[in-house]
């Protein structure tokens, strides 16, 4: 198992595209039921809706998904365009709600499309999130320790979420 930072790994396409001062790692909890059932068909929707703080001043998110401890499995890189009001049309009908999504006003779309930019890493790359588990966004200027699992354990850790 190799461990390297993610700085390390992210270093060109951060020098040449993404600045890690308007760019946001955010953590999908599997132990949320809601997350859970949205995989993975619905996991990119789920993201975008939010508040209008989760990624203000934001222009990429690093996208990750706990699965174990404080481990978390990288999804994608996406690029954020702001955000329009939340209308429930806007999702698909058979998309899994539990009634509070749409009830608070707070909540927002969040605009959004995923990037092609280290895909070769999505399911592969593993963070290790550190004590700000409890803080599900973070500034991508945090530094994690990151590591490539072997292939036992990547099959397991994709297993549990697909």
Known sequence: MSER????IFADTIIDFINPGVTKLVRHAFSNKKVAASLPRFFEIHQRIDTPQKYKNC???????????TKSMFLGCYEVFGYETFQKKL????FPLDG????????????MKKVDIHNDLICRLIIEWGKGTV????????EKVNYFPD??????SINQVF
């Open 91 to 94: 999702l698909p009908e058979d």
């Open 59 to 69: 222009e990429h998110i690093l996208s990750f998904l706990g699965i174990e401890g």
């Open 151 to 156: 292939d036992t354990h990547l099959e397991n």
């Open 5 to 8: 930072r993610l700085s390390d």
């Open 100 to 111: 509070s999504d749409v009830t608070d006003t707070k909540i927002v779309f969040w605009k």
């Open 135 to 142: 803080a599900f966004c973070q500034n991508a200027t945090n």
